[in-house]
């Protein structure tokens, strides 16, 4: 009788064992260069993605929990595709913007929308897992696993190389699977084609390489109508345009504002599709100060969304300003702003940010667009919205304070 129970224990503790295995066959994740799935999984339940490493991953054939980190070019592709529910997290920001938190001269310029959140509300309820640049805090490897995520998907901003590879090994020795997308900057000279190619490798992993051929020819069509525009001005011609962000600390930092040099990828689109010189040479995103930006003396000045939406008027008769009203772009009225997003310029939103540009620096070349028309005609192509979602997004970009006539 003892015997008999010994067996019954014994086989009874290999079953338990057999069942554990077996279940962490059944939940374990592929990951890292070329590596294959579970031996145990069916082989039309994975496939093989390259991604803008060159890196070759092994991801769910039809992923279901997504971690996206980098805000708005993933999901806003991933809500063309159809499939922005399973987003389970990402580089969210917890603390709603509350309004008032900008009020210059009266007014209130507070960005208080994230296009991806008007299209996608369900964003604001999701987990937070960091990301490398803005509000996020650094990403958090515990919180991802926490989220049991069989997908994580990365843009690398190029800003931060050796966190990110630290990052990269942690969540890949943890069995996750990770695309890593690269973006503009990350290369010597920034280029709207590594944005194509950012869209085509999402398209491969969730299986929508036809609608994502569609999302780059709506992008390429209109990149392509501005850069002809302005093709044939020669380069002795061209505008010398400083973009320019103008926070608010600046003045306490000692500076009048940050100039884009060569490098960044907001120069490097400006100069490759609008055809315009950048005023500032330096390489880089750098704080300068009254003095030097009197030296730049530019054409044009370009203002982005940075601490809260920054309309020209402000440099015209903030007093933060007295020390640089000597500037010929004042003086002339040629400074103009982009329109309002908290978050960068390169989104699949891009192109609008390229054609008001061109209608600034060059207006006799843009006389035809009406730049309002134009947007909505695009974020309609590109988002098929309804008229209701369409003035959300209109109005999130605050084109009333663009001074473009």
């Not at 919205?385 to 473009?404: G, H, P, Q, R, W």
């Amino acid at each position: 009788m003892e015997k008999q129970n010994v067996l019954i224990i014994g086989v009874a503790a290999c079953i338990c064992v057999a069942i554990i295995v077996t279940l962490f066959l059944a939940t374990a994740h592929p990951a890292g260069e070329g590596t294959p799935g579970p031996e145990n999984t069916d082989a039309d339940r994975w496939k093989t993605i390259t991604d803008m490493r060159g890196v070759e991953v092994t991801v769910p054939d039809d992923p279901q929990r997504v971690v996206t980190i980098s805000r708005s070019l993933i999901d806003t592709t991933m809500y063309i595709f159809g499939v922005e529910d399973r987003i389970v997290g990402g580089s969210i920001y917890e603390k709603p913007i509350i309004k008032g938190t900008y009020v210059w001269n009266g007014t209130d310029y507070t960005v208080n929308t994230w296009i991806g959140k008007i299209l996608n509300p369900e964003l604001d309820r999701l987990t937070n897992v960091g990301g490398f640049g803005g509000p996020y805090g650094p990403p958090n490897v515990e919180t991802i696993a926490g989220l049991n995520p069989d997908l994580v998907i990365l843009r690398d901003l190029g800003e931060q190389e050796e966190n990110t590879g630290r990052f990269l090994n942690q969540l890949e020795s943890a069995g996750v699977p990770v695309v890593v997308l690269k973006y503009p900057s990350c290369y010597e000279h920034p280029s709207v084609d590594t944005m194509y190619e950012e869209i085509r490798v999402l398209g491969a992993v969730f299986g929508k390489e036809d609608r994502a051929e569609e999302i780059v020819e709506t992008i390429h069509s209109r990149v392509t109508s501005i850069h002809d525009r302005t093709q044939d001005i020669p380069p002795a011609e061209q505008k010398r345009v400083l973009y320019f962000g103008a926070p608010t600390y600046a003045k306490d930092k000692g500076g009048a504002g940050y100039a884009f040099g060569s490098g960044t990828t907001e120069v490097g689109m400006m100069e490759d599709v609008v055809h315009v010189r950048s005023a500032y040479t330096e390489s880089g995103r750098n704080m300068i100060s009254a003095e030097q930006l009197l030296a730049l003396d530019p054409d044009v000045i370009i203002l982005s969304t940075w601490s809260g939406y920054h309309p020209p008027r402000q440099l015209y008769e903030d007093t933060q300003y007295d020390t640089i009203q000597d500037l010929r772009a004042l003086k002339e009225g040629e400074v103009y702003a982009l329109a309002a997003t908290p978050c960068k310029s390169e989104r699949l939103e891009f192109p609008i940010n390229m054609m008001i540009m061109a209608k600034a620096v060059y207006p006799d070349r843009c006389a035809d667009v009406d730049l309002e028309t134009w947007i909505r005609e695009y974020i309609v192509e590109l988002y098929d919205t309804d008229e209701a979602t369409t003035d959300s997004i209109v109005d999130a970009l605050m084109l009333e304070y663009l001074e473009i006539v």
